[in-house]
């Protein structure tokens, strides 16, 4: 913005190794543990009783039918049931001990998970729970039990720091930090049995919350999984921003930025959105999903500035809160990314980190700007004036650098402001896409609905084709001359609509390079239109946007149902 936006551009070769998308890269070592199924994840035998694995033993008990002899406390009650049901567990010759792990009580019956130790070392994934109702009877069982644990001595050949440096080599993540302190555990999936150091491990530029399982002695990883699981939550946010939501003007009914204080004007233009797919993990909510996540790297940092983490997955909270700006950054990255990829089926993903569009809600010094940054795919969202972390115009104008620069694999342009041009178009045909604004209004043309267009800054406009021409009138730096290509291909928005036309530009500029002008963006739009299958009408649409209502003097692709020998168009 100029307030210029910046796309930060690294001088460094992108090594793509399998990143891009939202799966990990693994190492050799740990592919072949990948797909290992769940312990007692197939059933030999399922019978009105329960599940029964290959060797006979019980792994989960529909009608245990037993009843306790002497009522007692659910954790004595469901003991009595361990014991005597042990040889059905296939745990009677077990050199392993019960310990209680946690008891639930819900009124009509009690949950006793037990867990099995060796020498007071647990057993790893050995969880038994025993459902018993006050009277004794026990209404369900589920056991993980493990059946087959050698008494191994308990004392680890290595530390849990030496083995660590060991194993996050092998797995791909030597930068990882613990999420939790490593845990001393007995290994029994497989014999023979081990001793392991388990850890739990996060890497901020790889997606999800990763549990190695590493031998205590050799230091080789024996198993692994993902800790992190995927909810929905809630959150308040402005979509997509609180001045188009009103049809109002800067400054009308409370609607003022005021030092990002409340106001009941503003206050009522929240909506209450779903935060799709967001982490549960550690006791708390994050915002990070397969399509967006929130990081804090950038000053100001910590604090009221790092990314909401509460123990509830209700993210909402009024705008003079500063954990309001990264559920609205998440909720508008999230839903344009899978708009992008899911509704269009065109993939546009980071080129260099997997896991979600980075982004810092609270960054670049508190300044009065944003950015995109090519060498990290991060995005970073200043706080001057208007935050602009509040604005979707802001924050889908960055998130449209990076799809120029995803899409052309590290090739984005700024000649002629291409990649201006390219964040203004996508931040405009989502904001009219709302439906808020129409051709009549002033603010169906402009950029920055929120942010810009008061005391702060000007913003930008999309009808800066008229008055204007190509090549030699399209303005001073890169920001006036992206406003052209904005309005250009909004124009075609206009004739083909949103999905169309969103779907051709992302298909041309992939086809583009890093020095890609204005004109060379333009044909390879319309060059792509065609051969993804458009109608006649929809080229001849391209056409006239490009070549008379701006001039990029395209040439327009000839299709076999649109040009006659004569010349005509087939009716």
């Given at each position: 913005m100029s307030k210029p936006s910046i796309i930060l551009l690294a001088a460094i070769t992108i090594a793509?190794?399998?990143?891009?998308?939202?799966?990990?890269?693994?190492?050799?070592?740990?592919?072949?543990?990948?797909?290992?199924?769940?312990?007692?994840?197939t059933a030999a035998l399922e019978t009105a009783e329960g599940r029964f694995a290959a060797d006979g033993r019980a792994t989960t008990l529909y009608q245990p039918g037993f009843r306790a002899r002497v009522r007692g406390s659910a954790e004595a009650m469901a003991r009595e049931f361990m014991a005597e049901r042990a040889a059905q567990l296939g745990i009677a010759s077990s050199p392993a001990t019960l310990t209680t792990a946690h008891q639930r009580n819900d009124g009509g019956f009690s949950v006793v998970r037990f867990q099995q130790a060796l020498d007071g070392v647990p057993v790893y994934g050995s969880d038994i729970?025993?459902?018993?109702?006050?009277?004794?009877?026990?209404?369900?069982?589920?056991?993980?039990?493990?059946?087959?644990?050698?008494?191994?001595?308990?004392?680890?050949?290595?530390?849990?720091?030496?083995?660590?440096?060991?194993?996050?080599?092998?797995?791909?993540?030597?930068?990882?930090?613990?999420v939790l302190a490593p845990k001393l555990m007995v290994y029994a999936d497989a014999q023979p049995t081990r001793l392991a150091w388990v850890y739990v491990i996060r890497d901020a530029q790889k997606a999800g919350e990763w549990e190695?399982?590493?031998?205590?002695?050799?230091?080789?990883?024996?198993?692994?999984?993902?800790?992190e699981y995927y909810v929905d939550g809630t959150a308040t946010v402005f979509d997509p921003d609180p001045l188009t939501t009103a049809r109002a003007t800067y400054g009308s009914g409370g609607l003022t930025d005021a030092s990002d204080a409340d106001s009941a004007g503003l206050t009522g233009q929240l909506i209450s959105v779903t935060l799709r797919d967001i982490t549960q993990s550690a006791g708390v909510y994050r915002l990070e999903g397969p399509w967006a996540r929130c990081q804090d790297w950038a000053a100001p940092s910590g604090g009221v500035n790092d990314c909401p983490t509460p123990a509830t997955p209700d993210f909402s909270v009024t705008r003079a809160n500063q954990k309001f700006e990264g559920p609205n950054v998440y909720h508008l990255i999230d839903k344009q990314m899978r708009y992008l990829n899911q509704t269009l089926g065109v993939t546009v993903v980071p080129n260099t980190v997997a896991g979600g569009v980075r982004f810092d809600p609270h960054g670049f010094n508190g300044d009065d700007n944003s950015s995109f940054s090519s060498g990290s795919d991060q995005l970073q969202f200043g706080e001057g004036g208007v935050d602009d972390a509040e604005d979707a115009d802001v924050i889908l104008h960055e998130l449209g650098h990076g799809l120029h620069d995803w899409i052309t694999n590290g090739g984005l342009s700024q000649n002629e402001g291409l990649s201006e041009g390219v964040g203004d178009y996508f931040a405009s045909s989502y904001n009219r896409s709302t439906g808020h604004w129409t051709p009549a209004d002033p603010q169906w043309f402009w950029m920055f609905h929120w942010d810009g267009h008061n005391q702060y800054w000007g913003g930008r406009v999309t009808n800066w084709n008229i008055g204007h021409s190509y090549p030699g009138n399209i303005g001073s730096g890169i920001h006036d001359q992206g406003q052209y290509w904005a309005s250009c291909n909004m124009v075609a928005w206009v004739a083909i609509g949103r999905d169309a036309m969103d779907k051709?530009?992302?298909?041309?500029?992939?086809?583009?390079?890093?020095?890609?002008?204005q004109k060379v963006a333009a044909q390879a739009i319309i060059n792509a239109a065609a051969a993804s299958g458009y109608s006649a009408t929809q080229i001849n649409a391209l056409a006239s946007a490009y070549n008379t209502s701006c001039s990029y003097n395209v040439t327009v692709p000839a299709l076999p149902d649109l040009i006659f020998k004569h010349g005509f168009e087939n009716p």
């Open positions: 793509l190794g399998g990143l891009c998308g939202s799966a990990l890269a693994l190492q050799p070592v740990a592919q072949s543990l990948q797909n290992k199924p769940a312990f007692n994840a729970a025993v459902s018993v109702k006050p009277d004794g009877e026990v209404i369900f069982v589920s056991s993980e039990a493990r059946p087959s644990i050698d008494a191994i001595p308990v004392q680890p050949a290595r530390t849990a720091d030496d083995v660590r440096k060991q194993v996050v080599q092998a797995f791909g993540m030597p930068a990882a930090s613990d190695l399982v590493a031998d205590a002695g050799t230091g080789e990883l024996i198993d692994f999984r993902n800790t051709a530009m992302l298909l041309g500029l992939a086809m583009t390079s890093g020095s890609a002008s």
